[in-house]
């Protein structure tokens, strides 16, 4: 088995080789490979499809449709396996007006996602969130920062 992963970017390296150790102590084999930044979006967000694994992150704000969604609609390339079920949720999401439904149907493609195993997501809840002096707005940031909405800040 193969584990592309992005070699420009914090903690993808030392996660994947932990990852790799771990399946190692059960037996499994993985091959881990560093591509630069170019490469690996070529890799994984391309036509190729030729990999097990990857390893990705990205920093997040506002609604999953304008972040995530790409993995799963082709958008971004062949990049998860997704049945018509989670593409129909998606789907569904985009026709709702209220922030309430929209997130009960993102918690439905959260739970669809795991029971099909398509994507297992890691979170970093630990982080440091610095600004200049001159942005305001930076105490309403509080939680993770996928969660957030940076439109509160401004600059003075």
Do not use: H
């Not at 993808?12 to 560093?34: C, F, H, R, S």
Request: glycine share 6%.
């Amino acid at each position: 088995m193969t584990l592309y992963f992005n070699s420009e970017r914090v903690y993808m390296k030392e996660t994947a080789q932990i990852i790799q150790q771990q399946l190692k102590e059960v037996g499994i084999n993985l091959d881990v490979i560093p591509l630069e930044s170019t490469g690996f979006f070529e890799k994984v967000f391309g036509t190729d499809g030729d990999y097990e694994f990857y390893l990705n992150g990205y920093a997040a704000s506002g609604d999953p449709d304008s972040v995530v969604a790409g993995m799963y609609d082709g958008t971004w390339g062949v990049n998860l396996a997704v049945s018509d079920e989670v593409l129909q949720l998606w789907k569904d999401a985009r026709t709702v007006f209220t922030d309430e439904e929209r997130a009960e149907i993102y918690k439905q493609i959260q739970q669809q996602t795991k029971d099909e195993m398509t994507c297992y997501p890691i979170a970093y809840p630990n982080y440091v969130f610095v600004t200049t002096a001159n942005i305001k707005g930076a105490d309403t940031i509080k939680k993770t920062p996928i969660f957030e909405d940076y439109t509160k800040l401004s600059m003075e």
